[in-house]
């Protein structure tokens, strides 16, 4: 009688217990699935593409070399287009460096600026040398290039960004654009090309 009292409960007690594991492993099993169809679904709607960076018209002026000290204007006109429907871009910081010869001679902070969806935003952009030092090859090259009258330099940009999709900010991340080999003219008269840019962030 003790016997069959005391087998009795778990008899009845193991099934209850083993419907009540499956009900809970298949509410997590479905909301496993759920989570994973909701950033499927998000992504697919979102369907994130690269932004996409060229650059074109460089001229300089007021181009004025002395003792290795150079003072010149750099004008560039940066296109940047944000081909997402749902993404729009902050841009909390920009920087853009003119290097030549891998040595920066020219550096500009542009103000921080939104970029709404499927947007094409045009900077112009000058850069400025101020009393730059150079070495004395590179101040050298330099003479030269004025004298062939336009000058060949890679225009790099930071910047601090953040994406919005709906209400919902990204944390910042770093932006870093390379527009490798753009041409500056010392007359702007010259029709210049447009030159893509890699983009990394
Ligand atoms: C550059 O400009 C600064 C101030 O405008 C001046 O003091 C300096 O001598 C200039 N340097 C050259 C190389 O012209
Ligand atoms: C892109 O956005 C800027 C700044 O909001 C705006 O001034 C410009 O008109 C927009 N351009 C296009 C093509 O939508
Ligand atoms: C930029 O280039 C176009 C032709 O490609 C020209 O019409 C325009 O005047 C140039 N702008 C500057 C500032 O040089």
Redesign the pocket.
Known sequence: MANSVSTQPPAAATPGHSSLLRVIAMVILALIVLMGLAVLITWLIIKPKQLVYTIENGTVSNF????N???ASFDFKITVHNPNRRVSVYYDSFDVSLSYDDQTIAFNTLEPFHQPRRNVTQLETKVEA??AALSGGLSKDLRHEKQSGKIQLDVRIKARIRFKVGIWKTKHRTLRVLCPSVIAHFSSSKISQRTYCDIDY
Do not use: G, K
Not at 64 to 67: D, E, I, Q
């Open positions: 004025n070399l002395n003792y000290h150079l003072n101020r009393d």
